[in-house]
């Protein structure tokens, strides 16, 4: 009794006592109503192979295959027949376990957490000043500078195991590490609970298995790769499930029409330079602005000569990374009700307030889930639903976190042009000056010509400069308005917030 060698993925071996037959190129795993496959076959001892290209589910092909086998090889036509049907129940069942193993490799990979580990992240969890040391840990990780930034990051990716889970879009200009923010602290959450993206077509997500995203943390590296699926996208974040129907034949010929359904809920996560482009997108999401500064580059530029001197210690940035991972592993599922949430108004300076504060509520929720160990577990009287509530320090906490967020939600003008703003305040200030020169501006703050026009139209348009004449005829001159009226609106956001917590009657 024979076996199939199946040692070498290219070339099957099958022999028995009369003949020798190899399956050259192997076999597909994609069409199980056929069993197409390159032979070659001959007698033991013979010189005279025969190679032939067959279907060995089809029985027409395969009787007049065993006579031609059997007239050029020499051989009678029973052996051949009785040797082509165990080898194709040979290959058959090879071609199952080749699925199953497929099957396999494409499930997600879930950690179990040993006592030690479990422990250690639940200490964590428990203990004070919370997203204190969590920021700390995301520094130990190899995150550098952005502390408000990175866990305003970690915190949205942790929504994504809640109901209404948040999302993020970073912006910046080119090469001021966007990409390298969202996926260092992408590093932080587990494996098996996010779908990297770089380019994606245009219907690739309704062809994901119905709870195959649910809870999951996408990340877009650019969302200029990523055009063609924003909508269904958004739609995703926003009924937290996309349905599309197509047009299908089934194995009678029958023409149907079926629904692919793909659930949610999911926290998205991208970046981008182009902030205008993406409006739609950067609605339904918290803007983070890269940190363009100085010191900031300093900060990065020290640390890529330490990791060049090996003066980073990596074990730590590890042990640091698969403790938050670990941590990210013991959340669970859980209501949060905040009963302060009636006493929460967000300032009136914000845009699109309806969405913005959702997004504030929902993400006073999200701290207060991260905190989960470290409150009450309550009961609902009528149905018995497990939750935990908020309380007024998470308040104060996400509070400080969102007061950029806000302010940039409140603004008239892209992110982009506003840091430009705030760029030439300084830069005048530092010069004691008022008016400037397109020219003087271009050369002194580093800016590309079209880039800088750009900037000041849109300036000139929301009325925040305005040209002043100059004494040399032709130059014109340009003036600030308003040098205070960013600090004023950020003073009306804290005062507002202020307000909140101030009108929080606390029982007595």
Known sequence: MTSLDTSNSNNYQYTTKHLEIHILGGIKTNKLESLRVTVSIQKLKSEKILRHNIDLYNDNQVEKFVRKVAERLEIGTSIVRKTLQELTKELEAYRFLLLKNEEEQAMPVYKQLNASEEKEAIDFLKKGKLLTR????????????????????????????????????????????????????????????????????????????????????????????????????????????????????????????????????????????????????????????????????????????????????????????????????VLQPIRVINPFAMYLELPQSVFKPRRTNSHYLQFIEAITFYKQHQREKQYDKETGEEFIETTIEDIEEANELITEVLLRKSDTITGACRNHLENLKKYLQEKEQTQFTNTEIRRNLRVKQTTLQRYHKQLLLEGYIKKVKGKKGQTYYYEIIDVNEYTSLKEQINKALKECLQGINLPT
């Open 134 to 329: 969590t920021n700390e840990y995301i520094g130990k990780s190899g995150v550098i500078g952005e502390d408000i930034n990175r866990l305003l990051m970690y915190l949205i990716f942790t929504s994504r195991k809640t109901n209404n889970p948040l999302h993020c879009i970073s912006l910046g200009s080119s090469g001021a590490g966007k990409t390298h923010l969202q996926s260092k602290v992408a590093e932080l959450i587990p494996e098996e609970d996010k779908v990297e993206i770089t380019v994606l077509s245009a219907n690739a997500f309704y062809y994901f298995n119905r709870t195959e995203l649910q809870h999951k943390l996408i990340l877009i590296e650019d969302l200029d790769g990523a055009e063609s699926v924003l909508y269904p996208l958004r739609e995703l974040q926003s009924k937290k499930r996309i349905t599309k129907t197509v047009v299908h034949k089934d194995s009678k010929g029958t023409t149907k029409t079926i629904h692919l359904t793909v659930e949610g809920p999911v926290s998205v996560a991208g970046c981008t330079t182009q902030e205008s482009i993406y409006e739609d997108n950067s609605n339904r999401s918290f803007l983070l602005y890269i940190d363009e500064s100085e010191e900031q580059d300093k900060r990065i530029m020290n640390y890529q000569r330490a990791v060049s001197a090996g003066q980073v210690n990596e074990e730590e940035e590890y042990l640091a990374s698969e403790l938050l991972k670990n941590v990210q592993r």
